[in-house]
């Protein structure tokens, strides 16, 4: 393999999920279009489940989290996984540091999810730039520093919430372990602990882009200095600068991609309504059966990602019913989807990679949030970015089905739909902008190199 000279050796490492892998993946390619060797360090399980391909500027290697057999799915809890992936995670981590050391390119940078502290300890012994890299929104990431600094007491015991730089928030806005006290209590934990060494790093990034939150960007980098490097989606979706980037390129899930484009390409544009809910929620029987009975009760075409977990939820005969106006796929590129010209409207759950790639496309949404991040981002996608509405959950729960066909009606023929429509392709024309040549993540990234390089 021919030798090359690089500005440096970037290790980067996710928490161990679809949802945090994605983002850190993307940004390690941008690294590397800018002249550095990248490393992306998963455990163990999710190598072995990916089988991701190294080439000379971006590889792949392995920590363990001490669960190499089954990952998340082996551990007894929560807390055991976590406790697990600090202790055996630092141990390999620093193995990992060491098996570069004497290498032409010895590891000079470490990029952790925050949900990994300790992997900054880990950085620091060795001397190592360590740079924490937040998955989630500015504004989401402000909350929990609220918390964990003690400047927002819980329970919260009135409403409004105010913080500065976001909108004036009620109880329902708050990621759900504030709103709903001692639900997830080793996540929330964990959330929280984002913020326990943040002070020590040596960057704070952040994936979203300044237009996006601007005022939460401002506010936040008063006490904590942020550099805003997205949208990380693929290039081939934004800028076009990096090259054969149109895919993250590495999922837990396959399907068959030219099932659901060929659907899609015989269908009108902004005809479609796309729902998903990503890698990680799973809804009740009867949320499966509003949804069912909403899409049934619309007269718009929808294009239905239901995992294979999921399936024996929908009511019964819902499929073979569906003719063509429907499709049921257990996973699909979800990039391709949403840049398909038919598709009129994102039902989502608004995790913030799909919110992100939905105002990335320009696509108008309706937000179904199911719990952590996902509240917050829903009341921005209808109150502050004003792409789309948020569905209304009864007492029970539920989001019922007439809230559902009133919710994807508003969006796709409503009075609201055209601004809706507007609001999205302004937002996806400034992420362009913002992750292009001279753009303010563009300009970000390469202050966090020049940071990096000359430390």
Not at 79 to 88: D, G, K, P, Q, S
Request: aromatic letters at 10%; glycine letters at 6%; one cysteine or more.
């Amino acid at each position: 393999m021919e030798n090359k000279t690089y500005r440096g050796h970037v290790l980067a490492l996710p928490y161990p999920s679809q949802g945090h892998i994605n983002p850190l993946l993307q940004f390690s390619k941008r690294l590397v279009s800018k002249g550095f060797k990248a490393t992306l360090a998963t455990t163990l399980f999710i190598h072995n489940t990916m089988q991701p391909q190294s080439s000379s500027s971006l590889q792949f290697d392995t920590i363990s989290d001490g669960y190499d057999e089954g990952g998340f799915a082996q551990a007894e809890s929560i807390h055991a996984y976590l406790n697990r992936m600090e202790t055996i995670g630092s141990k390999t981590l620093a193995d990992l540091i060491i098996k570069n050391k004497n290498t032409e390119n010895p590891i000079d940078c470490i990029i952790y999810d925050p949900f990994l502290p300790w992997a900054l300890e880990v950085a620091k012994k060795f001397g190592i730039y360590g740079a924490a890299f937040f998955t989630q929104t500015c504004a989401v990431n402000f909350i929990y520093y609220h918390v964990h600094h003690g400047l927002l007491k819980l329970p919260i015991t009135s409403t409004p919430i105010s913080i500065p730089g976001l909108p004036v928030l009620e109880l329902e806005d708050m990621p759900s372990f504030i709103s709903v006290p001692g639900s997830y209590p080793a996540y929330f934990e964990m959330v929280l602990n984002q913020f326990s060494s943040s002070d020590k790093a040596d960057a704070v990034l952040v994936n979203t882009f300044y237009e996006l939150e601007a005022e939460a960007v401002d506010s936040m980098s008063k006490v904590c200095q942020l550099l805003p490097i997205g949208p990380t989606i693929p290039s081939f979706y934004l800028d076009k600068r990096l090259e054969n980037d149109n895919d993250y390129g590495l999922n837990l899930f396959v399907s068959d991609s030219s099932v659901c484009n060929n659907w899609l390409n015989t269908k009108p544009e902004g005809s479609v309504i796309y729902l998903s809910f990503g890698s990680m929620a799973s809804l009740s029987n009867k949320q499966m059966e509003e949804l069912a009975f909403a899409l049934k009760g619309s007269k718009f075409h929808f294009l239905w990602v239901v995992k294979a977990s999921e399936e024996a939820k929908l009511p019964e005969k819902f499929v073979e019913e569906l003719g063509n106006r429907g499709l049921i796929m257990q996973w699909c590129s979800q990039l391709e989807v949403l840049s398909n010209k038919a598709i009129g409207c994102f039902l989502t759950h608004c995790g913030w990679n799909s919110t992100l790639e939905a105002l990335s496309l320009g696509v108008p949404m309706v937000g179904v949030p199911q719990w952590t991040d996902q509240t917050t981002t829903a009341k921005y996608v209808q109150d502050v970015w004003k792409v789309g509405v948020r569905a209304k959950v009864c007492e029970n729960g539920i989001v019922e089905r007439e809230e559902i066909e009133f919710c994807i009606k508003e969006v796709m023929e409503g009075k609201r739909g055209k601004d809706f429509q507007k609001n999205a392709k302004k937002w996806r024309e400034l992420a362009i902008q913002a992750i292009s040549e001279g753009g303010s993540s563009d300009k970000n990234i390469d202050e966090f190199v020049s940071k990096f390089v000359n430390s």
